[in-house]
């Protein structure tokens, strides 16, 4: 399914309308580029969870736990990870197969650690549209 954002909030928005169908053990791989939106879906994901604490991207402590929710939200980000074998370092299963939610920012880089079924997110700037245009494919 391909969506156009327009703006950070309509990022911010689709994030927020997919959390109103997240289930436990659900998880959603977001790849792009550096400024595409990824944390942006997020924080609209948490939103619509229901979490009211600040979302930030977790760059240099891989993960960040959220509660608050309806469901509990473990953030990603894999960008500074060199070797799959750092996800079992931080006990990355306990989370994956756990009762929340995982949203894993640059999840191609540990492509073989994810489980089949995961939901993927790419978006892309729209270099013919609008600066804050981004095509947002979900797959």
């Not at 994030?15 to 550096?34: H, N, R, T, V, Y």
């Not at 991207?57 to 939200?73: D, K, M």
């Not at 073989?112 to 978006?123: H, K, Q, S, W």
């Amino acid at each position: 399914m391909r969506h156009i954002s327009y703006s950070e909030k309509d990022t911010y928005e689709l994030g927020k309308s997919m959390a109103a169908e997240a289930f436990p053990g659900q998880i959603i791989c977001l790849d792009g580029d550096l400024g595409a939106g990824k944390t942006v879906f997020t924080k609209g994901f948490a939103a619509g969870l229901g979490i009211t604490e600040t979302v930030n991207s977790p760059t240099f402590t891989i993960v960040h736990e959220h509660g608050g929710g309806r469901l509990p939200l473990y953030h990603f980000d894999v960008y500074r990870i060199e070797e799959p074998e750092e996800m079992y370092e931080i006990g990355y299963e306990e989370y994956f197969f756990g009762e929340g939610v995982c949203l894993v920012e640059w999840a191609s880089l540990i492509g073989d650690l994810i489980p089949e079924g995961a939901v993927r997110v790419t978006i892309k700037r729209d270099p013919s549209g609008p600066e804050d245009c981004r095509i947002i494919d979900i797959t």
